[in-house]
């Protein structure tokens, strides 16, 4: 809306199926594309990003995947968006987390 762009949430599913990756690296960084593709199709990129949240079942098992995935798209530690990981009741099988985010992207 505008030159707000979120989104549900997103699962780290291989894109055209509802099977995941096998690891917390694999998922993340499946997550993160997904990511990548929805900013791009706005016009935007990982620097348009105000705010993600992350929802996992066991969030110590892939704490250490997401900090290195996320210092890979947003480097500098003086601009980096808000981050929240929040962990749930259920447990989700294969998947060990799904995403949201919240971005601006000036038209």
């Known amino acids: 809306m505008g030159p707000i762009i979120t989104c549900s949430i ?3 599913y291989t894109p055209g199926t ?3 990756p096998e690891g ?3 998922q993340v960084k499946t997550v993160f594309g ?3 593709e929805m900013l791009e199709a706005a016009g935007g990129d990982f620097s348009n990003v105000a ?3 992350f929802y996992a079942p066991d969030p110590s098992a892939i704490f250490a995947a997401l900090n290195s995935v996320w210092v ?3 480097p500098d ?3 980096r968006p808000s981050r929240h990981t929040m962990k749930v009741a259920e447990d989700w099988g294969d998947m060990l987390l799904c995403a949201d985010f919240l971005a601006y992207v000036e038209e």
Do not use: I, L, Q
């Open 10 to 12: 997103t699962a780290p």
């Open 18 to 20: 509802r099977d995941c």
């Open 24 to 26: 917390a690296e694999a």
């Open 34 to 36: 997904h990511v990548g």
């Open 51 to 53: 705010k993600m949240t």
């Open 72 to 74: 890979e798209h947003f």
């Open 77 to 79: 530690p003086a601009s």
